[in-house]
């Protein structure tokens, strides 16, 4: 007996151990199996990884993978390894522009059944540890293309009551989780964020608040990718605290919230030099800049809403690879200020000469939301994505485990208060490197700022080399930084047909998208919330409509290619060049400087057709794009070869394996396979 209660009493006691672990999410697209193998995922310091994704936009409602030779090569090994670690594997479903058929889906009971069983098969093969459902917006348009009803809060909660108990009668001996990757607001119904959602908890065993991607180049004013708190009247109206309050509001208890934390930044071009007001919310042009080096231009292939462009993301490891900020992670690169911000918890950079501002986090921000998370009393958080770090901000994130619970009060005051000191100098205080021993404080702080936004002025730099090797615009010979490209969107509106005059008019439909004069000009315009914004397409380019949605496009007069700028062809080369590598014939060139005359497009092979924006039918191809295409692409290829030799991956079977698929993406589908090589 004596014995027996005491089996029972430390029973208890492990379990109680083991419910006290903090959750730490990372979501792990599965196309970076080439550029992030996944043996360098640090499987100790995650408890589950969100391999993502699988999506739902074909008419069967079914999930697919874009690349199901990617998964296959890839999740036996993030498994096999994950469960090693003890860590758990989620297949994540969905997506920002992969839920375009959720809605239907849940709306049938039949399409809901085959649906919870390709996820039964799914788990058995590959010996997974749940699903995540990442349908970000039910009840309403988001993406430009997803279908939506009133009730589908309703449908979604049918799902999951029928996955709960499909998943539990399938595996009865150990349990398979279900997870939902969310907005910031609970789920929409009626045109409201809902109220009450205890009736969902019972189904799922936690909700991924995604709290970043608050503010960005869709707007109309620069501001913090994930604020801490939102300040009043500037920007999105969303937040990191305001987030955890809504939802544990509407009835979701906190040891089922993971809150979400951003491994990057965003750039945004701003139309000030706001080095004058060091406040991070200034007017901005639309369309985002060049990111960082493997920010690519890019094109849904599901949804033609949004014109094609760039995502102006910064990868933390490549914030700090390609030297905006220094060793210490504070001092800012040549040519960048980095500043403070005492709402948002958030730090930002800004390039007076380009007038690029980049939000993102770094270990002193994550530290404070990670505090905040421990005294909520969450689950854990959540990261998007695993790739985007080189281990910094992963260890400021794994203190969830140590740090002490205090008041979630003295947190928010100390963020509030310091909004009443916003006169005081901007450079009253430096933010320091913390000592070599100093611990973080209790709220996550190393220094105490003194201003809305404090600065870090940048360093001068002299050296040539640095200068150099941390060049990453596209400038032309004068060192100018193109004025457009087909990646990026102009902010300068010539108003000149009738439609442009709604700039600024009321409008109902948030996200609703038109062309000002489909065909011929290249304006278009979308409802940011309540008012039409006019915008344009590159130079060259026109607005044209399909299906109901619109793109930016070549017009269909005259030559192709002649809008193509140098950016846009560094994709294509980059996605060509696996393909000369392995030698996959595409046409030669004399010189990626010297112009050849334009050739038709009979006389080119076919691999080549397949080049989106280049070719066309019943054109030519413009004598200044096809030798410059090829020409940078042998220089990639060249380097991608060397690369190879020198840093082989996966062993020499395996890399040649995987280089000739991507050189076969290549050929079908440049553009796509430009985010892969």
Not at 49 to 77: G, H, K, M, R, T
């Amino acid at each position: 007996m004596r014995l027996s209660f005491i089996a029972a009493a430390l029973a208890s006691a492990v379990a109680l151990c083991e419910g006290s672990t903090k959750m730490v999410i990372g979501y792990f697209p599965n196309w970076l199996y080439a550029n992030y193998p996944v043996d360098n995922i640090p499987f100790d310091k995650y408890t589950h990884i969100n391999y993502a994704f699988a999506i739902l936009n074909n008419d069967d409602n079914l999930p697919s993978f874009p690349d199901d030779w990617a998964v296959e090569s890839s999740l036996p090994n993030v498994v096999k390894q994950a469960h090693a670690h003890k860590t758990k594997v989620l297949l994540s479903v969905g997506g920002w522009t992969g839920s375009k058929r959720f809605s239907p889906m849940v709306a049938s009971a039949s399409d809901r059944k085959k649906f919870i069983d390709w996820n039964l098969d799914f788990i058995e093969k590959y010996n997974t540890d749940g699903v995540d459902l990442d349908w970000e917006y039910p009840g309403k348009q988001a993406a430009g293309c997803n279908e939506f009803a009133d009730n589908d809060a309703d449908n979604f909660l049918l799902l999951l009551k029928e996955l709960r108990q499909a998943l539990d009668m399938k595996f009865p001996k150990e349990h398979k989780e279900i997870s939902m990757a969310v907005h910031v607001q609970p789920f929409i119904k009626s045109g409201v964020p809902m109220t009450d959602l205890k009736p969902f908890v019972p189904y799922f065993d936690h909700v991924n608040l995604m709290t970043y991607d608050i503010n960005g180049a869709w707007a109309t004013t620069t501001g913090p990718n994930a604020p801490f708190q939102a300040e009043e009247g500037k920007g999105a109206p969303f937040s990191f605290v305001e987030s955890i309050r809504d939802w544990k509001k509407a009835g979701v208890p906190a040891d089922k919230i993971t809150a979400g934390l951003a491994f990057y930044g965003r750039a945004i071009k701003a139309q000030v030099d706001m080095t004058q007001q060091r406040n991070q919310f200034q007017s901005s042009e639309t369309g985002a800049p060049k990111g960082d080096s493997d920010d690519a231009y890019w094109n849904d292939p599901y949804c033609n809403k949004e014109p094609a462009g760039l995502s102006g993301v910064w990868k933390w490891t490549n914030l700090r690879k390609e030297g905006l900020l220094q060793d210490d992670m504070i001092t800012p690169g040549k040519g960048w200020e980095r500043n403070w911000d005492s709402v948002s918890q958030t730090p930002w950079l800004f390039n007076p000469e380009t007038k690029h501002f980049i939000s993102y986090d770094d270990p002193q921000s994550l530290s404070i939301k990670v505090q905040h998370a421990v005294c909520e009393d969450l689950a854990g958080v959540m990261v998007w994505d695993i790739h985007q770090d080189n281990g910094e901000l992963l260890d400021a994130v794994n203190k969830i485990h140590t740090i002490k619970p205090t008041s979630c009060e003295a947190l928010l005051e100390s963020s509030s208060k310091l909004t009443t000191e916003k006169n005081a100098s901007p450079d009253s205080e430096i933010l320091k490197e913390p000592e070599q021993d100093e611990e973080i404080d209790d709220l996550g702080n190393w220094a105490a700022p003194a201003s809305t936004s404090l600065v870090n002025e940048s360093l001068p730099v002299d050296d040539e080399e640095y200068e150099e090797d941390y060049d990453y615009d596209y400038d032309d010979e004068e060192g100018n930084e193109p004025e457009s490209s087909t990646a990026a969107l102009s902010s300068s509106v010539s108003v000149d047909v009738e439609d442009a005059d709604l700039d600024g008019k009321p409008c109902s439909t948030s996200g609703q998208q038109k062309c000002a004069n489909t065909g011929k000009s290249g304006q278009w315009l979308t409802c940011n919330i309540d008012k039409w914004l006019v915008r344009d397409c590159d130079t060259g380019l026109v607005c044209n409509e399909l299906e109901g949605g619109i793109y930016c496009d070549i017009p269909k007069e005259g030559v192709k290619a002649a809008a193509v700028s140098v950016p846009a062809l560094s994709d294509i080369a980059n996605s060509l060049a696996d393909a000369l590598a392995l030698s996959i014939p595409i046409p030669s060139s004399t010189s990626a400087l010297e112009p050849i005359p334009s050739v038709s497009v009979s006389q080119l092979p076919e691999d080549l057709l397949e080049i989106p924006m280049i070719f066309d039918a019943e054109t030519s191809v413009s004598s200044e794009v096809l030798p410059v295409a090829v020409g940078l692409a042998e220089e990639a290829s060249q380097a991608s070869v060397a690369e190879q030799a020198a840093r082989p991956m996966f062993g020499e079977d395996q890399e040649l394996s995987i280089r000739k698929h991507q050189a076969s993406l290549a050929v079908e589908n440049p553009i796509m396979a430009a985010q892969i090589i």
